[in-house]
């Protein structure tokens, strides 16, 4: 139904944006409601005075008045915080990814094998010193993700009283179905981007994943026949983001392209694992060994095995937690797919031929 043969419409056109924009609080539907009826209240008074229905233009031009609706849903969050509603949610996703995903990894699997092995053995001054660098590199990496966000936050305000938006521009109605986040859908692409370009800088530059343990420790020769199909996981990544954010309407999409995903990850590191226990002694092929300098040396030999031992450690983990979160994936595609064919049974009832 065209807006301009239910003018109304837009009202809910308008609905659904601010809920996009909104926190998702048990007190999301009750604002909504209440937007909902002072905007239709609005129009009711503007009939009365104008002594007839509104049209498309009186509805738009009372919706500009409320304002863009992500400006909106910034007003009706109950409580002002440094970093508002809006951007929170973003603003989690990044400290998250930063902090648990990419810090906490390094820290554990690899500058805590270095520590321990600069401490001589000596397992509580090695956590000490881990927890330490750990604590100042999250400390300063958290403030500054915070101090952007909080500039970007002011700086939204600034833009948001000033910009003009026109209320013909809000998306059309959709079914009230689970979808992807798009904002989810841009932080995946833009970290999957990061990823990507991180790989193909790690041949030139090891140290973006050994650190300082980059002057005593190389990777080992059995990632040269592995680091091709690492980035092309990398860049099917980058792909189903990509598609995910141009394709908004194709909800079948990121639950089977992330298990399929998930699938090859799985059979990525299957081979990893078995070609680093192929070896004629029964041994361990190494992951990382001591750098060409230093490759009598005992001390980092002895290094190089303990960082050997933890990267085993993290692929087994992950290989189990791959195959935990297949079948969560697995579940939820088969959820869907009997909500689709129900849909459709229900389609063909009320449409028989």
Same mark, same amino acid.
């Given at each position: 139904?065209?807006?301009?043969?239910?003018?109304?419409?837009?009202?809910?056109?308008?609905?659904?944006?601010?809920?996009?924009?909104?926190?998702?609080?048990?007190?999301?539907?009750?604002?909504?409601?209440?937007?909902?009826?002072?905007?239709?209240?609005?129009?009711?008074?503007?009939?009365?005075?104008?002594?007839?229905?509104?049209?498309?233009?009186?509805?738009?031009?009372?919706?500009?008045?409320? !304002?863009?609706?992500?400006?909106?849903?910034?007003?009706?969050?109950?409580?002002?915080?440094?970093?508002?509603?809006?951007?929170?949610?973003?603003?989690?996703?990044?400290?998250?990814?930063?902090?648990?995903?990419?810090?906490?990894?390094?820290?554990?699997?690899?500058?805590?094998?270095?520590?321990?092995?600069?401490? !001589?053995?000596?397992?509580?001054?090695?956590?000490?010193?881990?927890?330490?660098?750990?604590?100042?590199?999250?400390?300063?990496?958290?403030?500054?993700?915070?101090?952007?966000?909080?500039?970007?936050?002011?700086?939204?305000?600034?833009?948001?009283?000033?910009? =003009?938006?026109?209320?013909?521009?809000?998306?059309?109605?959709? @079914?009230?179905? =689970? =979808?992807?986040?798009?904002?989810?859908?841009?932080?995946?692409?833009?970290?999957?981007?990061? !990823?990507?370009?991180?790989?193909?800088?790690?041949?030139?530059?090891?140290?973006?994943?050994?650190?300082?343990?980059?002057?005593?420790? @190389?990777?080992?020769?059995?990632?040269?026949?592995?680091?091709?199909?690492?980035?092309?996981?990398?860049?099917?990544?980058?792909?189903?983001?990509?598609?995910?954010?141009?394709?908004?309407?194709?909800?079948?999409?990121?639950?089977?392209?992330?298990?399929?995903?998930? +699938?090859?990850?799985?059979?990525?590191?299957?081979?990893?694992?078995?070609?680093?226990?192929?070896?004629?002694?029964?041994?361990?092929?190494?992951?990382?060994?001591?750098?060409?300098?230093?490759?009598?040396?005992?001390?980092?030999?002895?290094?190089?095995?303990?960082?050997?031992?933890?990267?085993?450690?993290?692929?087994?983990?992950?290989?189990?937690?791959?195959?935990?979160?297949? +079948?969560?994936?697995?579940?939820?595609?088969?959820?869907?797919?009997?909500?689709?064919?129900?849909?459709?049974?229900?389609?063909?009832?009320?449409?028989?031929?």
């Amino acid at each position: 139904m065209s807006t301009a043969k239910n003018p109304t419409e837009l009202i809910d056109r308008y609905l659904q944006a601010v809920r996009f924009w909104l926190p998702k609080t048990r007190r999301q539907e009750e604002l909504l409601a209440e937007l909902g009826e002072d905007l239709r209240s609005q129009i009711e008074e503007m009939e009365t005075q104008l002594g007839r229905a509104a049209n498309e233009e009186d509805v738009s031009a009372i919706l500009k008045r409320c !304002g863009a609706p992500m400006m909106v849903a910034s007003r009706l969050a109950p409580n002002r915080y440094l970093i508002g509603p809006t951007l929170y949610p973003i603003f989690t996703f990044v400290l998250k990814m930063v902090l648990l995903w990419i810090m906490v990894p390094v820290f554990v699997f690899i500058v805590g094998p270095v520590n321990l092995a600069n401490a !001589g053995g000596h397992l509580g001054s090695a956590i000490a010193q881990t927890m330490a660098n750990l604590w100042s590199a999250v400390f300063i990496a958290a403030g500054v993700i915070t101090l952007v966000f909080a500039v970007l936050e002011r700086t939204q305000a600034l833009v948001g009283h000033t910009c =003009k938006w026109d209320p013909s521009t809000l998306p059309p109605l959709e @079914k009230r179905e =689970k =979808k992807t986040s798009q904002v989810q859908a841009v932080c995946e692409l833009g970290f999957g981007w990061f !990823g990507l370009i991180w790989l193909l800088l790690l041949p030139q530059y090891p140290v973006l994943i050994l650190g300082p343990a980059a002057a005593f420790l @190389k990777a080992a020769p059995m990632w040269h026949s592995f680091y091709l199909p690492i980035v092309l996981l990398a860049a099917v990544s980058v792909v189903r983001s990509a598609v995910i954010l141009v394709r908004p309407r194709w909800t079948w999409f990121p639950a089977t392209s992330h298990l399929l995903q998930t +699938a090859l990850s799985m059979l990525l590191l299957h081979y990893i694992l078995a070609a680093a226990g192929q070896t004629a002694g029964g041994n361990w092929h190494p992951f990382v060994v001591a750098a060409d300098g230093v490759s009598d040396s005992t001390k980092f030999i002895h290094i190089a095995a303990i960082v050997n031992a933890s990267i085993l450690l993290s692929l087994v983990c992950t290989w189990f937690g791959l195959g935990i979160a297949a +079948a969560v994936q697995t579940w939820e595609l088969i959820r869907f797919m009997r909500t689709r064919a129900t849909e459709v049974n229900q389609m063909m009832n009320l449409n028989p031929r």
